[in-house]
């Protein structure tokens, strides 16, 4: 039982850093393509679990998901900064273009 839950555990943290890159790609492609302003609402999203967990451990809870949480919270900061970078810099070969995103979500799909 211990290892299927071991097991489960990499199999959402694999779903979680997809989801993550997925998410990172379509705002960079939104900002890239002046569709809507630059609204990253995962952050925002993370940010408030961050709090609720906080809260939880003020009534006794451990910290443990807490630092899982802020360690993706990290992790999707550093990703966003290397999309930004390479944006700013020129380099838009990771963005995704209008005719990949169908592509894309498909590929996403099969995960």
Do not use: C
Request: cysteine-free; charged content about 30%; overall charge negative.
């Amino acid at each position: 039982m211990i290892e299927e839950q071991e097991m489960r555990i990499k199999e959402q943290n694999y779903e979680l850093q997809e989801i993550q890159k997925a998410s990172v790609q379509f705002a960079a492609f939104l900002k890239h393509n002046a569709i809507t302003p630059y609204n990253d609402a995962m952050l925002d999203y993370l940010e408030y679990l961050i709090s609720v967990e906080k809260e939880k451990i003020k009534v006794g809870g451990t910290d443990k998901m807490l630092q899982e949480m802020e360690s993706s919270r990290a992790s999707y900061m550093q990703q966003v900064k290397i999309l930004d970078e390479a944006m700013d810099g020129g380099e838009n070969k990771d963005i995704l273009k209008p005719q990949g995103v169908d592509e894309f979500v498909q590929i996403e799909k099969l995960w």
